[in-house]
């Protein structure tokens, strides 16, 4: 896969989290899950995912009412899949109309999940195909781990290439502490400290010269992590 993606569950049947979370543990995704609408509503405002997988039948709010708040409250477009028995077509078209980016009809079946969540990614451009992307004034070479700005190449370790280019990757959208430790140090990397975190994006603004005059600022989100912005100029 290259790179640890995060994913968030919202599905109150244990048994079924966990083996969903075991097959995507397998794939290398990092995964948490949660039971009631409330607690992933509480838990996507501070941290961040790459997927949100979303039963429709919940305990308190449905999945198509917690995937309304996600788009129209919350502003969150984090592709999302909804889960469910129901198999009608009028069911999928509700939840593709409700923000969902795919539809899967229970009972799961292992590849064809994986196989799914692949292709979302790479539709939403998290699992990068081919080895540029240029952000005015950026250009990155993924093969080389090199950056240019306006022609001229900056000089970054490998840390800071991967670590500029998932800040890149993810405009607009705030990064946790935590997601960028997962993605960047690795998913079992349990010896690095969010400190580590706050250093590198210091040294990476400074690097990238991000500011007004190349369009970008890189802010942090007090207690939550970082967010990387184009400016008015």
Known sequence: MGV???VAILEDDVDQAE????????????????????????????ESFDLYLLDWVLPDLSGIEVLRKLRAEMADFTPAVIATAKNEEQSIVRGLEAGADDYLVKPIRQAELVARLAAINRRAGIVPGGNQLEVAPYAFNTSGKSIQLRGEALNLTN??????YFLFRNPGKMLSRSHILETIWGIDNKSVSTRTVDTHMSRLRKKLNLC???GWKLSAIYQHGYRLEKTDS
Do not use: I, K, M, Q
């Not at 840390?159 to 500029?164: G, I, N, V, Y």
């Open 212 to 214: 007004d005059e190349n």
């Open 19 to 46: 083996l969903t979370r075991r097959w995507l543990t397998n794939a290398e995704y990092s995964v948490d899950c949660y039971a009631d609408a409330g607690s992933f509503l509480r838990a996507v405002r501070r």
């Open 4 to 6: 640890t993606l995060r």
């Open 159 to 164: 840390r800071e290439f991967e670590l500029a």
